[in-house]
């Protein structure tokens, strides 16, 4: 079997990096590796690596399948590797329009649209010329999102656009990172079904995971990292026969006592909705929804991609202004009695998979957490030093305190969830709204995040709304399914 890419004891050259000791590996053609390791490893560090983001330090990596470059050594300059290599993640996006010029809410203003582009002026004509690009068409039903604003997309259906996007360019190799972020069990389905046709199609691929419950069925290999290291490099088959099945437990060492609740009003009802419509302009998703949330409960919120769930959620978080034309109570109090949104944003704690798009600016993970006490997306207030002792508090519970001072744009997907996690909570809201808020976390992280939520709601009279396509990581003390069409 030929090489496709070779690395021989390759250091790449990054600026505070943990990699410290070379790495080898050889990528032979028609291999499917997955590397695993949980957040912070240093697997999407590895992957830029591999597309020739950063100098060598030592070492040479080789390039079997270009015809114009043997090797590239730390000698030349980096590589332009980004036509046949390419990476896909939910920040792909990025490449796709200019989110710094976007806000977050700006998605549920129908008058403030206008700068936003269709998902229809992201394509040609001509795009559907190859079999495989008309099938992933067919099975991510793409034509039905050509009409919508890309900023509209929920986080599955911006999933399957980037994948769709990319494929169009026809590179030589594929490196999907969290490659089920935000897709619900029949897209997960038929993704896979995907991944083993492009293999058969002679993409190479390779894939980015967290955990070993997260590997495609077509993997081949595994590589495992952790600390910035390569800690084996191994078969599959032998990798899933030598896994350890042990049970892990965790127990919140979070005080709630030490986070104070900003506010703590009297109420009954935290939402009351009466024949809400969901709408994309003149294209209905959902009508006629029902839905009494009273204070302490707790509810799972259920659907497939492009059902309306985080539509639905503006509306109570106060970010759409539909909201005022709907049949809606929140806190007890009418939408459109008085109230300024917020009003509305103190009581509540909120975190979505989209959330972090938006946070383009170089902002040090600290002021992230900071901004929860402010609802805002980054942090244009000074922080008192109670707000920033309870930011730094959540931090090192999460053990992310060692990135306070990093800028938020250069942590991996997996630490940035965790960063918008502990945004959520430094309210210590009275609800406390978390849209599908652990994809990508390793399991470790998974589960100490779904301790702290459970810890969260053993609180009196706080409320939840947990969103997830996994029904595995609901967190037990939710009791109430609300599912969407």
Known sequence: MSSFITLRTILPRIPNSSFVKPIDWQINRGEVWSVIGPNGSGKSILSQVLCGRYYIEEGQIEYNFLDEFETARREKELLNLNRHIRIVSFEAAYSMADYREMYYQQRFNNSELDSAPFVSDLFHPNDTDSETIRQVYDIF????LMDRRLIQLSSGELRKLVISKILLENPRMLIFDNPFIGLDAASHKSLEKIFIQLNNCGFQLLFL?????????????????????????????????????????????????YIPPVCNDEYNEVVKMRDIEISYGEQIICKGINWSIKRGEKWALLGPNGSGKSTLLSYIFADNPQAYSKNLSLFDCRRGSGESIWD?????????????????QQANCLAIVES???????????????????????MEQLSIIHIAERSFMRISSGEQRLVLFARSLVKNPELLILDEPFHGLDVVNRKKCIQI???????????????THNREEIPKCVDRVMELG
Request: aromatic share 12%; proline share 4%; net charge positive.
């Open 141 to 144: 039903n793409i034509k039905k």
């Open 209 to 257: 995971v967290p955990s070993a419950d997260e590997i495609p069925v077509c993997t081949t290999h595994i590589l495992e990292m952790n600390n910035c290291e390569v800690i084996s490099k191994i078969e599959t088959k032998l990798f899933n026969m030598f896994q350890p099945t042990k049970e892990m437990f965790f127990q919140s060492v979070i005080d709630w006592k």
């Open 344 to 360: 509305i944003k103190k009581r509540i704690g909120f975190t979505s998979s989209e959330m972090h798009l938006y946070y383009r």
């Open 372 to 394: 929860g006490f402010f609802d805002s997306i980054g942090l244009f207030r000074t922080c008192t030093e109670e707000q920033s002792r309870i930011a730094r508090y959540l």
């Open 453 to 467: 939520v459970e810890a969260y709601c053993l609180q009196p009279g706080k409320t939840l709304i947990f969103v």
